[in-house]
């Protein structure tokens, strides 16, 4: 038969938490279970973030939203994937960084391609 305990423990707010007046916000939890079987224990600890404190996600008189910068990142093609790595070898054996790195922005995606598309559809 299993059998399952549970451990809740509320950390310390971290420095930047006590600066943000916040309150400690991440709480542990140990779940321990035994196979019936094979009589071995397994342990999971989980940590998990609830809620957030005074000043997050909302503004205040005087202060504005600040929104994360967001880089669009688009899915690249198998041929986008080849091509780079051609571009990133060519960069590699002719000793041009610029070109090495734009083979790998090509492979990942984060080349710029198809950014515009938006602006051009009116």
Do not use: Y
């Not at 790595?85 to 790998?104: D, I, N, Q, V």
């Amino acid at each position: 038969m299993a059998r399952n305990t549970r451990t809740t423990h509320t950390g310390k707010p971290s420095m930047l938490d006590r600066l943000r007046n916040r309150k400690a916000t991440s709480t542990t939890t140990t779940k321990r279970s035994k196979n019936p079987i094979t009589g071995s224990t397994t342990t999971t600890q989980t940590t998990t973030t609830n809620g957030h404190g005074h000043g997050h996600g909302h503004t205040h008189a005087g202060t504005a939203a600040q929104q994360p910068v967001h880089h669009h990142k688009r899915k690249p093609s198998m041929g986008d994937k080849i091509s780079g790595a051609m571009m990133k070898l060519e960069g590699s054996l002719t000793r041009k960084p610029g070109k090495k790195a734009a083979g790998t922005r090509r492979m990942h995606g984060t080349d710029g391609r198809g950014s515009h598309a938006a602006a051009t559809r009116v």
